[in-house]
T-cell receptor, first 118, second 109 residues
């Protein structure tokens, strides 16, 4: 299957600072990437959909000025949590969707990034 | 609005005790139903995609089936290493995924 990586895997930051999380599709090109947030023992909540070269589409209730998404290339999307606060502490997971080919159209997920804001 | 409901929320099995997990769904234009496995602190790992009613797929001790209203993930003779949360998701005509709440499976030796 396809491989998606995330960096960093864990980050601890002070309240008020910004944190950038990278998501890369390692062996395929992804025109569409997704960012999810997951709280303990809950399912994934879609935050935004990003298409390469265009602005991200945010889900209702997600502040686009707080969660900045950049999808500058077919293999890289970044999520920047600006002015992070303790309530932003969560598990952030990115996903990349394959398009056609032998992998059909499937969303593959990264390993996640655990963010703790003190 | 697309909806996915998984049951049970949690399932405890003895090693070797076969069982099934359920995923009921309503979706506007099903393009695919996905099963993922998620271990604590990790991202979901892709297991299967089912595209049409009647389709079945197998992988080791897991077998996924699909009808027009639900999907089952059958686990045959599970082992402790099968313990995880299993997530079901449907992809609609707009290519958006909707996830169920997951089933936490615990297999005791």
């Amino acid at each position: 299957g396809a491989v998606v990586s995330q960096h960093p895997s864990r980050v601890i930051c002070k309240s008020g600072t910004s944190v950038k999380i990278e998501c890369r599709s390692l062996d395929f090109q992804a025109t569409t990437m997704f960012w999810y947030r997951q709280f303990p023992k809950q399912s994934l909540m879609l935050m935004a959909t990003s298409n390469e070269g265009s602005k991200a589409t945010y889900e209702q209730g997600v502040e686009k000025d707080k969660f900045l998404i950049n999808h500058a290339s077919l293999t890289l999307s970044t999520l920047t949590v600006t002015s992070a606060h303790p309530e932003d502490s969560s598990f952030y997971i990115c996903s990349a969707r394959t398009v056609g080919g032998g992998l059909k159209e499937t969303q593959y997920f990264g390993p996640g990034t655990r963010l703790l804001v003190l | 609005e697309d909806q996915v409901t998984q049951s049970p929320e949690a399932l405890r099995l003895q090693e070797g005790e076969s069982s099934s997990l359920n995923c009921s769904y309503t979706v506007s234009g099903l393009r695919g139903l996905f099963w993922y496995r998620q271990d604590p602190g990790k991202g979901p790992e892709f297991l299967f995609t089912l595209y049409s009613a009647g389709e079945e797929k197998e992988k080791e001790r897991l077998k996924a089936t699909l009808t027009k209203k639900e999907s089952f993930l059958h686990i045959t003779a599970p082992k402790p290493e099968d313990s995880a949360t299993y997530l079901c998701a449907v992809q609609n005509a707009g290519n958006m995924l909707t996830f169920g709440g997951g089933t936490r499976l615990m297999v005791k030796p």
